[in-house]
């Protein structure tokens, strides 16, 4: 069972410091300049702590402090940290068979999820193919998109679609994360805004169909879309627009590839949140929830666009080494399973309403809220204040993070399994840290 915060230990305590020191002084120095970047722009210190060992929603580091973990893994531990049942099966399967041999020899569980994540798939005879990582599943996506013949894609501002090189370059969150590598990351990626508003929705879908009918729209395979911002700060698209984005791919002959790595697997309140409202992908990409801690990563394809892999003859064109390996498969399987009868899926929706409106009850005054299932934002205007509130959050056992274009909210993606109170004690928390950030503010300006 989860428990409240509690800190014995100012954090970050000496174990912490000792190890970020080391650390500071092995790994690449990206991290530590990220961290004194922030200290400039916020004035907080971001001083790190170091994890020692998880359990459902809770974390300790190496100081002995407790912590509620509002970020499980970047939204990955669904089922929160350790989570026993799926552990004890991934465990049994390492001592039984650790790896096949990818795309040679399979195992029989990696199997049993392919069958399962094509059956899942709204449409029948679609093909799976496993990754490690969600940057992996969109890779393979946009590689399915460069088969059709047609490699141009439309992305969107304030998406995130991983880091490696493939979908890099159609991450529209921050031109920062491509420009340093743009000479080798290639130019075949068209940015539209977001469509979060009818306004901005309407435009995009005007500029879409006319560049259907254009010259230019005959170089394009795909469209690509996250249905809910998640690293961009929980942002929807605007009502029907992924409707009227079917329509214009339909015609246009452009795949629909959707990017369902953050909002997939019940994070959304759905497994797949264009499919809950009733569009098919004619690609879906997955991630994060799927192996509930385990790194696996799936992209599933409508038969008929993942034809022209089989139509390649000769070497494997597209594999690695630890693809679908059969701990990761079974985890996935369990996390399937899970979520099978769809009461997940409504204790998710319930239970992010639910905090959403314990979070604006506590703070509607200082902040915007934003949610969809267990995927929330909390704006606040600009990145130092989110700087400030979050390391005020951490030093009273609350771990989040991050999230929006510039760094302007506070993202959310606990377990699904918290319990209400740990939720409703850090609204009640999140609003003493503001106003103490914002009493002191007011100070500083008098
Ligand atoms: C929507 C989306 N796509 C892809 C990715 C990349 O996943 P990974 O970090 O596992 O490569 C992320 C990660 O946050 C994501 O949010």
New binding site residues.
């Given amino acids: 069972m989860s428990l409240p915060p509690k800190i014995i230990v100012a954090p970050p305590g000496p174990r912490s410091r000792d190890l970020s020191t080391r650390l500071s002084a092995a790994e690449c120095p990206a991290f530590d300049a990220r961290r004194d970047a922030r200290e400039e722009t916020s004035g907080a210190p971001q001083s790190p702590v170091v994890y020692e060992r998880g359990e459902s929603a809770n974390v300790w580091d190496v100081d002995g402090n407790r912590y509620v973990d509002l970020v499980a893994g ?1 939204g990955a531990l669904i089922f929160g940290h350790a989570p026993r049942a799926i552990e004890k099966i991934a465990t049994e399967q390492e001592a039984k068979l650790g790896l096949a041999l990818g795309d040679v020899y399979a195992s029989e569980v990696k199997v049993e999820l392919c069958e399962k994540l094509a059956s899942l798939f709204p449409e029948p005879g679609a093909r799976v193919m496993l990754g490690l ?3 992996d599943a ?1 890779t393979a996506a946009l590689k399915t998109v460069a088969l059709s013949g047609k490699s141009r894609v439309v992305a969107f501002e304030g998406s ?3 880091l490696s090189y493939g ?1 890099l370059a159609a991450c529209g969150l921050s031109s920062n994360f491509r420009a340093p590598f743009r000479d080798q990351i290639g130019d075949w990626v068209t940015f539209e805004p977001y469509p979060a508003t009818p306004d901005i929705a309407r435009d995009v879908l005007a500029r879409l169909r006319a560049l259907a009918k254009s010259e230019g729209g005959k170089a394009v395979g795909a469209v690509l879309i ?1 249905p809910v911002l ?2 961009g700060g929980v942002v929807e698209v605007a009502r029907d627009f992924l409707r009227d984005l079917r329509s214009i791919c339909d015609d246009a002959g452009w795949m629909l590839v959707v ?1 369902e ?2 909002t997939g697997c019940g994070r959304s309140g759905a497994f797949s949140r264009a499919v809950a409202e009733g569009v098919l992908p004619d690609i879906l990409c997955l ?2 929830g799927l192996g509930a801690g385990r790194p696996i ?1 799936a992209m599933i394809g409508r038969a008929h666009m993942m034809a022209a892999w089989g139509a390649h003859r000769g070497t494997t064109i597209h594999t690695a080494t630890h693809f679908g390996s059969p701990p990761s498969c079974v985890a996935a399987l369990a996390v399937l399973r899970a979520l099978d009868d769809g009461s997940v899926y409504a204790s998710v929706a319930r239970k992010g309403a639910s905090f959403r409106d314990a979070l604006i009850a506590a703070c509607a005054h200082r902040a915007v809220v934003r949610q969809r299932g267990l995927m929330l934002a909390i704006d606040l205007g600009t990145s130092a204040r989110v700087l400030s509130a979050s390391r005020a959050l951490l030093e009273r056992g609350y771990i989040v993070i991050t999230g929006g274009a510039r760094g302007e909210s506070i993202t959310l993606t606990p377990p699904f399994d918290i319990r209400e109170e740990l939720l409703a004690g850090f609204a009640t928390t999140l609003d003493e840290v503001l106003e103490t950030l914002d009493e002191r503010g007011a100070k500083a300006r008098a």
């Fill in positions: 970047f990582s969600g940057a969109l995130y679609h991983g979908p996250e998640g690293r990017d790595v953050f991630g994060k990563s």
